[in-house]
């Protein structure tokens, strides 16, 4: 087998690239997060604009329902 061929970092070592890898997985979350965060404020934004236009619209007796 290949894979048993080749052998296994020291622990000391390892360390180092476990350590980096949970650091970099940890980043992609916080942003992936604020993205998420954004794209949320945005949409609220929108929403909150069309509530308005909608009341303005009700209130002028502009806004008929088929």
């Given at each position: 087998?290949?894979f048993?061929?080749?052998?296994?970092?020291?622990?000391?070592e390892?360390?180092k690239?476990?350590?980096?890898?949970y650091?970099?997985?940890?980043?992609?979350?916080?942003?992936?997060?604020?993205?998420?965060?954004?794209?949320?404020?945005?949409i609220?934004r929108?929403?909150?604009?069309?509530t308005?236009?909608?009341?303005?619209?009700?209130?002028?007796?502009?806004?008929?329902?088929s």
């Amino acid at each position: 087998m290949i894979f048993g061929a080749a052998p296994a970092l020291p622990l000391d070592e390892a360390g180092k690239y476990v350590a980096g890898a949970y650091g970099v997985f940890v980043v992609l979350i916080l942003v992936y997060v604020a993205i998420m965060a954004g794209k949320l404020q945005r949409i609220e934004r929108e929403l909150h604009s069309l509530t308005q236009l909608a009341e303005r619209r009700s209130r002028r007796g502009g806004g008929e329902e088929s």
